[in-house]
């Protein structure tokens, strides 16, 4: 079992920024994750990797793989307060689910 | 309602092992926080702020002042297969909770 995390690397996002949408992406796919798989996920040490994807379209298109295989996943637009234009799309992520289904959607992304 | 994250600075983590770091201990300290505490958080954005610590003591301190404080809280240590040595301390989280409770306890930290 495990999560991947992909974040955009082309935003020029600081670390902290880049931190705190990973953790968001993260923690709203968890939440979309059956009882199951929250549970299995978390017996294996929460498993989470983070990769990086260099274009928005990259984002959705991964975020729409996921859909399409039926996995949990969460697609994360920043609020724009700070670094970023409203609703600028930042991260995604896949999983709690087999580490095979979770790389059949994210097994070609170099990590971040 | 908001949650800090706090991160240790002096281990030079790279910036995905850092948004991990992160990413666990945001999760579970949000599941240390009441059923009420979760929703009101997620109703008012999931707000996330990322800070840094520079010494493992500044974690331990953090950590134990929410727990006296009765604050949702989880410190994070790395299993160390990949940057780290085993069993060291990386992020502390504090929150969901209160904007004034949570600053009580990591309100003087510089953001990450």
Not at 35 to 60: C, P, T
Not at 74 to 98: E, F, K, M, N, Y
């Amino acid at each position: 079992m495990k999560q991947a995390i992909v974040a955009r690397a082309d935003l020029g996002m600081g670390e902290g920024k880049l931190a705190a949408q990973v953790a968001h992406a993260s923690l709203q796919a968890y939440e979309e994750a059956d009882g199951a798989a929250q549970r299995e996920w978390k017996g294996d040490g929460q498993k989470k990797i983070v990769l990086r994807a260099d274009s928005e379209a990259d984002l959705f298109e991964i975020n729409e793989q996921a859909d399409v295989e039926g996995l949990p996943h969460a697609l994360i637009r920043d609020a724009g307060h700070t670094q970023l234009d409203p609703g600028t799309a930042t991260a995604v992520a896949v999983g709690p689910a087999s580490d095979r289904a979770v790389d059949a959607v994210t097994g070609d992304l170099a990590l971040y």
